[in-house]
């Protein structure tokens, strides 16, 4: 509200020295974005009927993009000016992981910072060019897009693997750390401290994943994934950071498990 009256004033203030009165201007906009108005407060401003545009050139919309400015905003005003047919459909990208680097663009977080996590981790493909409109229309940098485009993709593409680090798994009261192999019909334990440890687990063998959470006020936690076998012994995983408040690992396994193995149960367990 306080910037939606912030957008009102300056409007009042440019029909004082002879501007019309509600026309938005290139820096108008800028100035509410800086002082944190939100898309929404902003779009209500550009869609009142009695508002008008000032035409936006191609510096003006340079300038509204490395200011962070949402598109949704820059094709409201294109549109309102008439220099857009229609305002511009969102894009979606193939992989699903880049929503989260979007995110991470919009919380503020450094272009460096967020680089540096893509450097430091396998991509499962390049970025397609559905992907690259995604990220150029989300106004992520092109120091973002070039990491994205040269980090490591995982060889195991071909044969449908995944691999998830960061786990432990709970066996015999003894917790071992390692990473979990997902593919089309088994599961591969790889002990982070003895090869000799690992094994298979076939997927034809599974009942069903139980999904173990603690009831947070901020939202379910999930730590610890259980699968269930029609015989034998049931395994169950833990995220590595899980005694810290994390549970990035598990969560990023356990929505690749929903995605591909839709035919198998999965059943929440909650503990207070």
């Keep these: 509200m306080k910037t939606m009256f912030l957008i009102m004033s300056m409007m009042s ?85 880049l929503l989260d680097v979007v995110k991470l663009v919009q919380s503020g977080i450094s272009e460096q910072i967020i680089a540096e996590q893509i450097h430091g981790n396998t991509l499962s493909s390049r970025p397609s060019v559905a992907d690259l409109l995604y990220l150029k229309q989300n106004n992520v940098s092109e120091l973002i897009i070039s990491e994205l485009m040269i980090a490591p993709v995982s060889k195991n593409i071909e044969t449908s693997e995944v691999t998830f680090d960061g786990l432990v798994i ?71 950071q899980k005694d810290t408040g994390g549970n990035e690992n598990l969560t990023r396994m356990v929505d690749y498990l929903k995605h591909k193995f839709a035919d198998i149960p999965f059943v929440d367990k909650e503990k207070g």
Excluded at 43 to 70: C, H, K, S, W
């Design 13 to 97: 203030i440019a029909g004082a020295t002879g501007i019309l009165e509600n026309r938005i201007t290139t820096d108008m906009i800028l100035t509410a974005h800086t002082f944190g108005a939100t898309a929404e407060t902003i779009l209500m401003q550009i869609n009142t009927p009695e508002n008008t545009v000032e035409p936006i050139t191609p510096f003006d919309r340079e300038r509204l993009r490395n200011a962070g400015v949402p598109s949704a905003v820059i094709d409201a005003l294109l549109y309102k000016a008439g220099q857009a047919t229609e305002p511009q459909i969102d894009l979606q990208p193939d992989n699903a992981g």
């Design 170 to 240: 709970r066996k015999f009261f003894k917790d071992r750390s390692g990473a979990l192999v997902i593919s089309d019909d088994k599961l591969t334990w790889r002990d982070s401290s003895n090869a000799t440890k690992g094994f298979d687990l076939f997927i034809n063998g599974v009942s069903r994943i139980n999904l173990f959470y603690r009831v947070r006020d901020n939202g379910n936690f999930c730590y610890k994934v259980q699968f269930e076998f029609t015989k034998g012994n049931n395994y169950a995983f833990e995220d590595i």
